[in-house]
C-alpha cells in the first residue's frame, strides 16, 4: 500500500509533518483510546500514581491490601498525578508507577537508598518529558532493583483498581453491543489496511500473557476479542504484543524488536496512536505516524504537535483510506 501526502487534507484530517510518499507494509496500533473506548484508565492511574506519591506504604503488604488501602483515595485528590496522567499517556505502567514512587522519595514519605535527591528528581523530570530508560543515571543496582518490585506491585494493585472501576462493566456492555465501544471507523479501517496488504499488529502497554503453546491470554486479549478484532496470521490483526509484569518495556523497543525479529524496514511502518511514547518512537525510527486523537484533548495534541506526528485524525474516515492511503 502506498501512503501519500496531498496539498490539500481532506476534512477531518490535519497534517502536522508533511512527508514524501511511500510503500507501507505493516502498521503499528496501539489499542487503548486509538481503537478501544473500554479502559478509562486515567482516573485510575491518577489515583494510583497520586496515592503512591503521597503516602507511604509497608514495601512488605500484600498487593490485595495496597489495593485496598488505594481505594480509600478519589482520583480527585491528586492534580498533579491527574496532569501526569495525560503527560504519560503511552508510556509502560512501570514507568507510570515508578514515577509515583519516585515522588514519595522526594515528598519524604518512602526511604529508599541508593539514589541522591538530585538524581531522583531528575528522573522525575525525565519521565515527565516521555523517557523510560536511566542506565545512565548512578544509581546502584539494589535501588533499581527495589524501585522495580515496589512499581511491579503497583501496578497488579492499578489493574485490579482498573477492572473494578469502569472496565469489568464497560467489556460486559461491549459484549453487547461492540460497535458502541470502538472508535468509529476502526474496523473498516483495518480491514482496509489488510485488504491492500498491510499487516496489522496490536502493540500496548498492558500486559499480555502466553501459554505454553505461545497463545496470549488476559484481560487485554478478551477486549479485543470482544471488539470483533480477530487475532493470527491472516487476520484483520496479525499478533498482538505487548509489556510484562515486571520488565519495563518501552513501546518504542517492542516496535523495534517486531522489526528486528520479521525483517521490516521501520521507514515502511505506519505507527498509529494516541500516546506519545509510541508516536515519538514512530517519529524517531523514521515511521509515518497517525494520532487519533479527540477535539477535546487540547494538551494531547499539543504534545503530539511538539513530537512532529505526521497526522492528527479524530476518527477513521473513508477519505483516510481513499485519499491518504491508497
Known amino acids: 500500500m502506498r501512503v501519500l501526502c496531498p496539498n490539500r487534507m481532506p476534512p477531518g484530517i490535519e497534517c502536522i509533518t508533511p512527508f514524501d510518499a511511500r510503500e507501507i507494509t505493516h502498521a503499528f496500533h496501539d489499542i487503548d483510546g486509538t481503537h478501544s473506548l473500554i479502559r478509562n484508565w486515567v482516573p485510575v492511574m491518577t489515583l494510583c500514581t497520586g496515592f503512591a506519591s503521597h503516602c507511604d506504604w509497608d514495601d512488605n503488604i500484600t498487593v490485595q491490601e495496597l489495593t485496598g488501602l488505594i481505594s480509600n483515595h478519589s482520583p480527585e485528590e491528586y492534580e498533579e498525578a491527574h496532569r501526569f496522567s495525560i503527560e504519560s499517556a503511552g508510556l509502560s ?13 522526594a515528598n519524604g514519605v518512602k526511604s529508599l537508598e541508593g539514589t541522591t535527591p538530585a538524581i531522583n528528581q531528575r528522573i522525575i523530570q525525565r519521565i515527565w518529558k ?32 482498573l477492572l473494578k472501576m469502569g472496565r469489568n462493566k464497560n467489556l460486559a456492555e461491549a459484549k453487547r453491543n461492540p460497535a458502541a465501544w470502538r ?25 499480555i500473557e502466553y501459554d505454553a503453546q505461545g497463545h496470549p ?18 487476520c484483520l490483526i496479525e499478533k498482538l504484543v505487548g509489556s510484562t509484569w515486571n520488565e519495563k518495556l518501552p513501546k518504542g523497543e517492542i516496535m523495534l524488536n517486531i522489526c528486528k525479529d520479521e525483517g521490516i ?62
Open 130 to 161: 516521555g523517557e523510560e530508560v536511566f542506565d545512565d543515571e548512578p544509581e546502584t543496582p539494589a535501588f533499581r532493583t527495589a524501585i522495580t518490585a515496589l512499581s511491579d506491585k503497583l501496578f497488579r494493585a492499578y489493574e485490579i483498581l
Open 93 to 105: 505502567a512501570l514507568t507510570q508507577m515508578e514515577w509515583g514512587i519516585r515522588n514519595a522519595i
Open 183 to 207: 472508535v468509529p471507523g476502526s474496523m473498516a479501517f483495518l480491514a482496509y489496511l489488510r485488504d491492500n496488504g498491510v499487516k496489522n499488529y496490536f502493540v500496548t502497554g498492558a500486559v
Open 265 to 326: 524496514s521501520p521507514q515502511s511502518v505506519l505507527v498509529v496512536g494516541d500516546g506519545r511514547s509510541e508516536i515519538a518512537a514512530g517519529v524517531k525510527m523514521g515511521a509515518i505516524t497517525i494520532s487519533r486523537l479527540s477535539k477535546e484533548a487540547v494538551r494531547a495534541r499539543e504534545i503530539h504537535t511538539s513530537l512532529h506526528t505526521n497526522l492528527i485524525i479524530e476518527q477513521y474516515t473513508k477519505a483516510l483510506c481513499s485519499e491518504i492511503l491508497a
Open 217 to 234: 491470554f488476559g484481560t487485554m486479549l478478551d477486549e479485543v476479542l470482544a471488539l470483533g478484532y480477530e487475532i493470527g496470521p491472516g
